[in-house]
């Protein structure tokens, strides 16, 4: 039924997750909403790309956060906090 009807962006979370961040590229997030909307592209393929940009987002996160952390600990060393 996806693929004759297409699907509704309007209400689909794994689109509004990549409209509101996690797909920078406009021509690509448009070419998306082309294709899960024409039927092309169904439900469970658009999940599959939500989830690999969310664990790239996690992996670089919890990579800033690790080099945090050792700034903060060189901050309160120093700061006697």
Same mark, same amino acid.
């Given at each position: 039924?996806?693929?004759?009807?297409?699907?509704? /962006?309007?209400?689909?979370?794994?689109? %509004?997750?990549?409209?509101?961040?996690?797909? %920078?590229?406009?021509?690509?997030?448009? @070419?998306?909403?082309?294709?899960? /909307?024409?039927?092309?592209?169904?439900?469970?393929?658009?999940? %599959?790309?939500?989830?690999?940009?969310?664990?790239?987002?996690?992996?670089?996160? %919890?990579?800033?956060?690790?080099?945090?952390?050792?700034?903060?600990?060189?901050?309160?060393? @120093?700061?006697?906090?």
């Amino acid at each position: 039924e996806h693929r004759k009807l297409g699907g509704n /962006t309007a209400v689909d979370v794994s689109f %509004q997750m990549l409209l509101y961040g996690l797909e %920078q590229d406009d021509k690509k997030l448009q @070419k998306i909403h082309d294709d899960y /909307t024409s039927g092309k592209l169904l439900s469970g393929e658009l999940k %599959q790309i939500v989830v690999e940009k969310m664990s790239h987002f996690l992996k670089e996160h %919890q990579e800033k956060r690790k080099k945090a952390e050792k700034v903060v600990d060189e901050f309160v060393i @120093k700061n006697k906090l």
